[in-house]
C-alpha cells in the first residue's frame, strides 16, 4: 500500500468516525434523554446542536474526499476548481 492509499484510507476512516459518533449522539438526543448528563432544555438543544455540526462538517468533509480523490486515481483532475 502506497502512502497515498494510507492517507485516504486513514482521512475517510476519520470522516467515517465523526459520522458515527455523531449519530450516536443525536439518536441518544432523540431517544435516550437519560444518557444526557445535565437535564434541561438548553443542553439537550446544545448536544443536539454539536452533534449535527459534526455530522454536517464530517459528511461534506467525506463527500469532498471522495470528490477529488478515489482509491484508483488520487487527484481526480476533471475536478480542479481552477482547472
Known amino acids: 500500500m502506497t502512502h497515498q492509499e ?12 465523526n459520522i458515527n459518533e455523531a449519530l450516536l449522539a ?4 432523540f431517544t435516550k434523554a437519560t444518557a ?3 437535564h434541561t432544555s438548553e443542553h439537550f438543544l446544545e448536544e443536539a446542536s ?6 454536517t462538517d464530517a459528511r461534506d468533509r467525506l ?12 487527484f481526480n483532475k476533471e475536478q480542479q476548481l481552477n482547472g
Open 6 to 17: 494510507r492517507l485516504y484510507r486513514a482521512l475517510k476512516s476519520e470522516c467515517e468516525a
Open 63 to 74: 463527500d469532498t474526499l471522495k470528490e477529488y480523490y478515489n482509491d484508483s486515481s488520487f
Open 26 to 29: 443525536l439518536d441518544m438526543c
Open 50 to 55: 454539536k452533534a449535527l455540526s459534526k455530522l
Open 36 to 38: 444526557i448528563g445535565e
